[in-house]
């Protein structure tokens, strides 16, 4: 059995292991209809290009706000994560299940510049990586809790882990199993006890990726797993 709710996170406790190349969730919520068509349209890319800037202007680059038009949200406010990938795995995510800052631009640029240096996990963004990430923002539809996270389709649906230790979001394909999930939610000390002791839901997620970097924007090649088979 399973009910929607509402909930809140703070931002530092929503630190997700998120992947990229993320379908469509099989969960339908009316709610992201017009995040869908968002995705589908122009503004889709300036958004991504907004994030982007605010990470450059964190160094003293970029352009700022003023310079970009404004991006307004599509519909009521969702969740929104964001996250740097470096091709091959997750190289930060952050994300937020409200839109802590307001407009949906002020929220995009916080997010990006906290991306640097807040994910827990990971060591912090250095300047000369950044060409070589790829920027990707996903919105999140309506939780729903689930008794069992079994229950959750991980290559399709979101799943929200939360407990008194926290709370950790893996968004669709980033988790090849329930399994795993609950494995890394451990050991960042989300889930500490059996599953009872935690809460779990389910959401779908509507996807902005910017386009994988080309081989010019590569990592070096101290950085490549297998230098000798790249092209």
């Not at 307001?102 to 300047?127: F, H, N």
């Not at 988790?175 to 006890?193: K, N």
Request: net charge positive; aromatic share 6%; with cysteine.
């Amino acid at each position: 059995m399973t009910r929607r709710v509402s909930f809140a996170v703070t931002a530092c406790l929503a630190i997700l292991a998120c992947g990229t190349d993320v379908p469509a969730s099989s969960a339908p919520d009316p709610g992201l209809d017009a995040y869908h068509a968002f995705a589908r349209s122009p503004r889709a890319a300036q958004l991504l290009a907004v994030a982007r800037d605010a990470m450059l202007q964190h160094w003293g680059e970029g352009m700022g706000a003023r310079k970009f038009p404004d991006v307004p949200w599509p519909a009521a406010p969702r969740g929104i994560y964001l996250s740097l990938s470096d091709g091959r795995a997750t190289r930060a995510c952050v994300g937020s299940v409200t839109p802590y800052r307001g407009g949906l631009v002020e929220t995009v640029r916080a997010l990006a510049v906290q991306s640097l240096q807040a994910d827990r996990r990971r060591p912090p963004i250095r300047r000369e990586e950044l060409p070589a990430l790829r920027v990707i923002i996903s919105f999140a539809g309506a939780a729903e809790e689930v008794t069992d996270p079994m229950q959750v389709n991980p290559g399709r649906e979101g799943l929200l882990v939360s407990s008194t230790g926290g709370s950790v979001a893996f968004l669709p394909g980033e988790a090849r199993t329930v399994a795993w999930a609950l494995q890394e939610a451990r050991r960042i000390g989300v889930l500490r006890g059996p599953t009872e002791s935690a809460t779990f839901y389910r959401f779908p997620v509507v996807v902005l990726a910017e386009a994988p970097p080309p081989p010019s924007r590569a990592l070096p090649l101290s950085h490549v797993e297998n230098p000798n088979d790249s092209p």
